[in-house]
């Protein structure tokens, strides 16, 4: 590895960073957005937000950033700069996951919780801003991060469309030294960093908010469930979810 | 937007065979995923910490690191330490063994919601450690994940067009060679679109109803 072939991967890097930034904002506006929606109580907009999650959680994310790049264009006239493209592609496949995220949280508030707010009298966006929100918030974060990890992963994707991320700038490096085990064991190991990072992060952030509404950050994992896994070695692992 | 619908009927009997590639990638990734998944939550619950955590570790890992970096690692990889397989089963045995890092925390999950009274019953019986697993422990932890086993398959149905990325011809390694043959791109990327959504939908429907039958 010369360090021009350094320079490469670090480039590949912040490709990468930038395409995980900017493809999680657009996810988690639609998660909030269309997960908000399916609480409405006009059933057109249940509808569709539901359908809306159903088409993009039903197709490869793979498929629609190939449906991004080479079928927009000519259908509207217009490209796309690849990492818009990119980020389009992933923050609508990965926000409806994320909406199914937001719909479960704000479904799992306390039903006395809307009801007070009923009896105060406050319209339904302030019960949703003031009172449901904030409450559904935290717990929403756990599998926010799951779900962030999942989207880190799907950034590389983008690479078959030949954009120059981390797992690009993997390839060039192994068609210039005409070697592979070293290159894609750094590439799987930065990523890999990059995931620690960023589940470190997310549970930071689970405890601030927490803190905020005066719970501790549980594990989604009962005392005696606590015992056995110390028991037994197993970490308490990545959040809830599992059986989602 | 121009459709054409010539370009369809052209693009069907490719796709037909795309279609059959796609669902034994993913018939065989699932048994891969389940069997080694199975394995792995087993070999988490031994008594050694020389076991467990090079399993935790390198498990963790897999599940934390891209599907397609991967493909590539083995794709590339394992011929130069003098191992070739096809293209196919490269992609198979990928995907399996990302995905049995996920199965291995349902395993975990459905062993820990066995109640700690089963157990009790067994060592009060005085069955040995192998019988316990295989009559008691399984039976009732894996009929309670079965349910969210087929997630995973769902969810690795729309991983495997990444398969063609190391020059499998699945669903979409036919679109897009239909697409560089005839540069007509919207009617096969959309076709197979579709085909996604559609198969992703029935096997979310055909889930149900087993979760139903399962549970009562």
Request: hydrophobic share 55%.
């Amino acid at each position: 590895m010369t360090p021009g072939l350094w320079e490469l991967v670090l480039k590949g890097i912040w490709t990468t960073i930038q395409l995980l930034v900017l493809s999680a904002l657009l996810a988690a506006a639609v998660s909030f957005v269309v997960g908000i929606a399916r609480t409405h109580r006009l059933w057109t907009v249940r509808f569709l937000a539901g359908f809306y999650t159903e088409v993009f959680r039903g197709t490869s994310a793979l498929v629609m950033i190939f449906w991004v790049f080479f079928v927009l264009p000519p259908a509207f006239g217009w490209q796309l700069v690849p990492l818009w493209a990119g980020t389009l592609a992933l923050g609508l496949t990965y926000g409806a996951y994320g909406s199914e995220i937001v719909r479960g949280a704000l479904s799992a508030v306390d039903p006395a919780q809307k009801e007070g707010g009923v009896a105060l009298s406050f319209t339904p966006w302030q019960r949703m801003r003031l009172i449901l929100l904030p409450q559904a918030v935290p717990e929403m974060i756990p599998p926010f991060s799951n779900l962030l990890i999942e989207l880190l992963k799907g950034t590389a994707l983008v690479s078959i469309m030949g954009m120059g991320d981390l797992a690009f700038s993997g390839n060039l490096v192994r068609l210039a030294l005409q070697e592979s085990a070293e290159i894609y064991t750094y590439i799987l190991l930065i990523y890999f960093v990059i995931a620690f990072l960023l589940t470190r992060l997310m549970r930071g952030l689970e405890q601030k908010l927490k803190a905020g509404v005066g719970k501790t950050p549980t594990r989604g994992v009962s005392a005696h469930e606590l015992k056995r896994a110390e028991t037994t070695g197993v970490g308490a692992s990545s959040g809830g979810g599992v059986l989602g | 937007m121009k459709w054409d619908w010539q370009a369809v009927a052209d693009f069907m009997p490719q796709f037909w065979d795309g279609l059959l590639v796609t669902l034994q990638a993913l018939a065989l990734g699932s048994v891969i995923s389940f069997a080694l998944g199975l394995v792995w939550a087993l070999l988490m619950r031994a008594p050694s910490r020389w076991v467990t955590w090079p399993v935790g570790v390198v498990t963790e890992f897999v599940r934390n690191t891209p599907l397609l970096v991967q493909l590539f690692f083995l794709f590339y990889v394992l011929p130069e330490w003098g191992i070739t397989f096809s293209a196919l089963t490269t992609g198979v045995f990928a995907i399996g063994l990302h995905y049995s890092t996920y199965t291995m925390q349902v395993y975990r999950a459905g062993i820990e919601a066995v109640p700690v009274g089963q157990w009790e019953a067994a060592t009060a019986l005085n069955l040995p450690v192998a019988r316990t697993w295989r009559v008691v422990i399984l039976p009732q932890a894996i009929r309670r994940v079965v349910p969210a086993l087929g997630n995973y398959v769902i969810a690795m149905l729309k991983d495997t067009p990444l398969l063609m990325a190391i020059t499998v011809l699945d669903m979409l390694g036919q679109a897009r060679l239909f697409s560089q043959e005839n540069f007509q791109f919207t009617e096969p990327l959309t076709v197979i679109g579709v085909a996604f959504i559609l198969i992703s939908y029935l096997a979310s429907l055909l889930l149900r109803a087993l979760e139903r039958r399962l549970v009562h």
